[in-house]
């Protein structure tokens, strides 16, 4: 079936270091791949997104890029700021399970300055 | 930028009554989605609908849960006879076009608790 695995959290970090977080998935055919964040007390707002191997999805300083030949989609950015203190959600869209989200289970991201 | 909004932020029910969750999704999309988000867990698909019909269901949309458009723009999920268990985050996306590389746009989400 179709799933999504991301890294564990919570991952805490200092101002102005650079932030990963895994994400792997398990699909048939070629899904479409989603970076969504939630501040607290908001909402899911998408971050990024890449629909094809190969694609580089970025936002805000953020990227992904969608890797086929490992299944990831691993987010990154160089540079966190307090104000990416959230929950990020690593998603994905495969038309051939219909055309909801699966989602994995978050990370929480805690930046401190 | 359009939004989906959501009524009401919060709601708390006695267990065994029903409850209606509104969404106002972005007006010229036509694809509608609930998702659920139980505290600590993974955000979860409940259903999708489209042209005033289900277009797909998770196992966790059971018989005791049904949506509708009653109108042009509002889209809501009813539970008919709530549980403790469905205390959750539900969360009402839209989209466009029904293409999977087309992102889901999110509400802020209802937090409904059930006593």
């Known amino acids: 079936g179709n799933s999504v695995t991301q890294m564990e959290g919570p991952v805490t970090l200092s101002e102005e270091a650079f932030l990963t977080i895994n994400c792997t998935y398990t699909?048939?055919?070629?899904?479409?791949l989603f970076w969504y964040v939630q501040y607290p007390g908001e909402g899911l707002q998408l971050l990024l997104k890449?629909?094809?191997?190969?694609d580089k999805g970025s936002n805000k300083g953020f990227e992904a890029t969608y890797r086929k030949e490992t299944t990831s989609f691993h987010l990154e950015k160089g540079s966190v700021q307090v104000s990416d203190s959230a929950v990020y959600f690593c998603?994905?869209?495969?038309?051939?399970?219909?055309?909801?989200?699966?989602f994995g289970k978050g990370t929480t991201l805690s930046v401190s300055s | 930028e359009p939004e989906v909004t959501q009524t009401p932020s919060h709601q708390v029910t006695q267990m065994g009554q029903e409850v209606i969750l509104r969404c106002v999704p972005i007006?010229?999309?036509?694809?509608f989605y609930w998702y659920r988000q139980i505290l600590g867990q993974k955000v979860e698909f409940l259903v999708s609908?489209?042209?005033?019909?289900?277009?797909?269901k998770s196992e966790i949309f059971d018989d005791q849960f049904s949506v509708e458009r009653p109108d042009g723009s509002n889209f809501t999920l009813k539970i008919r006879s709530t549980k403790l268990e469905d205390s959750a985050m539900y969360f009402c996306?839209?989209?466009?076009?029904?293409?999977?590389?087309?992102?889901?746009?999110f509400g802020d989400g209802t937090r409904l608790s059930i006593l």
């Open positions: 007006s010229n999309h036509l694809y």
């Open positions: 996306a839209s989209r466009e076009q029904d293409y999977s590389n087309q992102p889901q746009h």
């Open positions: 609908f489209y042209n005033n019909e289900i277009s797909e």
């Open positions: 998603a994905l869209s495969n038309n051939q399970a219909g055309t909801a989200l699966i």
């Open positions: 890449a629909t094809k191997a190969d």
């Open positions: 699909a048939t055919g070629y899904p479409s």
